[in-house]
């Protein structure tokens, strides 16, 4: 079982930086992939960012790539998203995921889900 909590989010202005992080409990935290996705208001989940446990390999989303960086720090239980250049359309509640594997873009793959935290961008 891997329990998930994300750090708050806040309001941040366009071009702004933010850093979210997800805590996680577990023995097993080292051996998940984790995922980041985001829900802006009425609209589906996306895919943010995703990170391997086996080889630390790296997934984004195109509209995030380049932009934001995911990593994780095994030794912490915890994985980051560092959020650069921010736009308003980046607006959305993020939410942190595991799975028992190595990353997916996929949220039906995940098992685990943090509460999400809200992140606004204004312009």
């Known amino acids: 079982q891997v329990h998930l909590v994300e750090s708050r989010g806040g309001l941040v202005q366009a071009g702004g930086s933010l850093r979210l992080s997800c805590a996680a409990s577990g023995r097993t935290f080292s051996r998940h992939g984790m995922g980041w996705f985001r829900q802006a208001p009425g609209k589906e989940r996306e895919f943010v960012a995703a990170i391997n446990w086996s080889d630390s390999s790296t997934y984004y989303n195109d509209l995030v790539r380049g932009r934001f960086t995911i990593s994780r720090d095994n030794a912490k239980n915890t994985v980051y998203l560092q959020m650069d250049r921010l736009k308003p359309e980046d607006t959305a509640v993020y939410y942190c995921?595991?799975?028992?594997?190595?990353?997916?873009?996929?949220?039906?793959?995940?098992?685990?889900w943090g509460q999400g935290t809200q992140v606004t961008v204004s312009s």
């Open positions: 995921a595991a799975r028992a594997s190595d990353a997916s873009y996929y949220e039906e793959n995940y098992q685990y």
